[in-house]
């Protein structure tokens, strides 16, 4: 069983800065991607920002330029580090780990989120 765990969430101003974590924990032989994902109210959960295990990185179009995602791999970590935020960026964020466990099998997991509010 692999477990995911965000944080960094909260309030933050238009124009202000946010960085989330995710560790993922566990049965981990591998990781073959980590992903952030938001979901609004009243609106699809969306996919942010993915990174693969060799640092192949992919954004939607409106958080271009504005967020970055990383990875420290000897951690199982990935971070967010979003700036510039807009209350467009209003909602919870979702951590999304992929890959094997130890004993060989797939695993497709995910947190249970954290709270991001853009708000003046």
């Known amino acids: 069983q692999v477990q995911v765990v965000e944080s960094g969430g909260g309030l933050v101003q238009p124009g202000g800065s946010l960085r989330l974590s995710c560790a993922a924990s566990g049965s981990i032989f591998s990781i073959y991607a980590m992903g952030w994902y938001r979901q609004a109210p009243g609106k699809q959960r969306e996919l942010v920002a993915h990174i693969t295990s060799d640092g192949n990185t992919n954004y939607v179009d409106s958080v271009k330029g504005r967020f970055t995602i990383s990875r420290d791999n000897a951690k199982n970590t990935v971070y967010l580090q979003m700036n510039s935020l807009e209350p467009e960026d209003t909602a919870v964020y979702y951590c999304?780990?992929?890959?094997?466990?130890?004993?060989?099998?797939?695993?497709?997991?995910w947190g249970k989120g954290t709270q991001v509010t853009v708000s003046s």
């Open positions: 999304n780990v992929v890959g094997r466990t130890s004993g060989d099998y797939f695993y497709n997991s």
